[in-house]
């Protein structure tokens, strides 16, 4: 069992856990992932780890409740359990080298870009970040980000808060002014990803995404993870999760994505229904 | 004078048409008067030939000779002591081309069921016997396996005997490998599966859950924590697929994926949250017991119509026959001597067909079968709104990754010695699906113990 050792909004509908596990906290490197499972009902779920603390041996997780899962997980309080929490899995991200990168993150997937810029800011890279979200009530981490960065631009679909606009608006803007980045790393909705991609390519900058399909096991063994990379059959648990943006088949992934949601719908009305939201009880 | 009875003591089984709907075990086991009297049939040779049939090399007519006298605590002993799962190889040995093919009473008629005596006599003893008192003298030496396959589980069971300090440690959150992800429940049901861990538990094995060896914890790291040897037996990874159009489309599972979902996660009972692939009609490629596995689970799913796609014939599928037949008698269709060349998508990106190829038999391959051969024109479409592909597994690709100097075969299988299970890298050994790709229980298991002989001697344990 993996204990809850604290719990913190940071907004109505994003949540930060810190949770005890030594081994994966001894080893977690950025742009890694860990499988939780909450109970022995529950779905096998993969989290990019947004940070740890080797020495507490804590590991953080951030998540949006968005599905059956991430909703049973929010039941949990501090002092709960989880009864599977298993990682770092994955590559981590390859970040030797760079010197000036532009990371951007797209909503929660702040959480996941976090900790690479961390990674690159404490490796002496200079580092902009771009995070984008949909208006100003559900900005998270931007005491966090400001501090891991050169620059940090707040961008908002509404204008409510930062500049108006998208993430892909400001990349331009920073390109097409003549900013030179050794790469760029982009993490947040696919869709999101697949702009950026489309924004950077004219400007030849390489383009690293970090891709979220579905998967069970995460270890190398179900093959449900796998993308089209270049063409060729890639599998995210083992072979990524990133990858080079220019090679990825976004639209067959954001389809891929989208094949258990009527079910998943009807799994979260279930829940609700039976025991709000605890089972078993 | 034994009974010269020609066929076997039938098999009780659920009937066909209930069974298809549901994931209750398909053949129910011999009742004591059954087994006493299929027990009767075996010769008990002076040369015992099944014996040789069998890799963990079971004293067959001994643990037989018990059942004719009734004495099933004792044929129990018999089997366990060269065998650490006898519920699971009861059940899913291929015993027709293994102890049961040497059977000399099958040169005239059928062998003797050697394989439905040994899961009576297993579950006899889970059903009536206490707990094992084992008293096991420690010999100080601490040993790691890695995976809780069958293959890790076997040589767990050998070292904890010979009185090691024995650590399993499994990536999943469920032990068992293969026995509780790939191999369904109405063939091998999973409280079987929990008895057999825990008896290994009664002989002091520690199990943890949750660790990917490799990631979690590197070989090096375990040898830091002074494991003296080590056993790989991490199972099969990666599934195949066949490299043609529409693999990605939605619909398209690898058998690992379908049968993970419906076994580990337990989609197939409401009260867990995966979802569960609903499909209406389902075609499985390929015709080993994995793709009659799949087959049978989407019938159970609640599929209208099951199609195994082969690209041999009958005489080739490599399913156990047993399995075949169930498969038959519970109304998988078999499209055999079919290939497929493309999966074709509806507008929304779900499979709604696929376009196969007729093949035709030619001269034998490297394998000694036939080599399918194409048809040229033949191509049609069928219609099926999933694929389910069962075309084998490459090896997982973490532990080679992370480990230096451990020799990697071009399939990226670990290379270990046949005889000793030694890699080329000291105290490791390896066995079953990460070294040979995937192959059977039984192997792994044969491997499992290989490599238990072999880490003893390394350890200098007589």
Known sequence: ?281 | MPNMSPTKVAMPEQDPKVRAKNFDEVACGYTAEMAQEEATRCLNCKKPVCIDGCPVLVHIPDFIQKIVEGEFEQAYEIIASTNSLPAVCGRVCPQETQCEAKCIRGLRSEPVAIGRLERFVADWHIEHSEKREIEIIPNGHKVAIVGSGPAGLTCAGDLAMAGCDVTVFEAFHECGGVLVYGIPEFRLPKAIVKREVEGLEDLGVKFRKDVVIGRTMTIDELFEEGYEAIFVGSGAGLPMFMGIEGESLLGVYSANEYLTRINLMKAFRDDYDTPAPRNRCVAVIGGGNVAMDAARSALRMGADKVMIVYRRSMEELPARAEEVQHAIEEGVEFNLLRNPVKILSDENGYVCGMECIKMELGEPDASGRRRPVPIEGSEFTMECDAVIMALGTRANPIIGQTTEGLDLNKWNCIVADEETAATTREGVYAGGDAVTGAATVILAMGAGKQAADSMLKYMGVE
């Open chain 1, 1 to 281: 069992m993996f204990k809850i050792c604290s719990k913190r909004r940071l907004n109505s509908n994003v949540t930060l856990i810190d949770v005890e596990a030594p081994a994966v906290a001894k080893k977690a490197k950025a742009g890694q992932f860990i499988i939780l499972r909450t109970d022995e009902y529950g779905e096998r779920v993969p989290f990019t780890i947004a940070g740890c603390d080797r020495e507490a041996g804590t590991v953080q997780v951030i998540y949006q409740v968005v599905g059956k899962t991430t909703m049973q997980l929010d039941t949990l309080e501090e002092g709960d359990c989880l009864a599977d929490f298993a990682g770092p899995l994955g590559k981590p991200t390859e970040i030797e080298g760079l010197n000036r990168v532009a990371v951007v993150g797209g909503g929660v997937g702040c959480a996941i870009a976090m900790p690479v810029a961390k990674a690159l800011h404490d490796q002496g890279a200079s580092v902009d970040i771009i995070a984008g979200f949909r208006s100003r009530d559900i900005v998270i981490l931007e005491e966090e980000m400001r501090g891991m960065c050169d620059n940090y631009y707040l961008m908002t679909d509404d204008g409510t808060a930062g500049e108006h606009g998208f993430t892909t608006t400001k990349l331009q803007q920073l390109l097409e002014a003549g900013e030179k980045y050794d790469c760029v790393i982009a993490i947040g909705p696919v869709i999101m990803m697949k702009f950026i991609v489309a924004t950077a390519k004219p400007f030849e900058v390489p383009t690293m995404v970090s891709l979220n399909p579905i998967m069970i096991d995460g270890t190398g063994m179900c093959g449900c993870c796998r993308v089209s990379i270049n063409g060729e059959m890639k599998f995210a648990c083992v072979d990524g999760p990133d990858f080079d943006g220019y090679s990825v088949d976004f639209d067959e992934l954001i389809r891929r994505n989208s094949y258990y949601k009527e079910q998943e719908e009807h799994g979260k009305e279930h829940i609700c229904n039976l025991t709000g939201g605890v089972r078993h009880a």
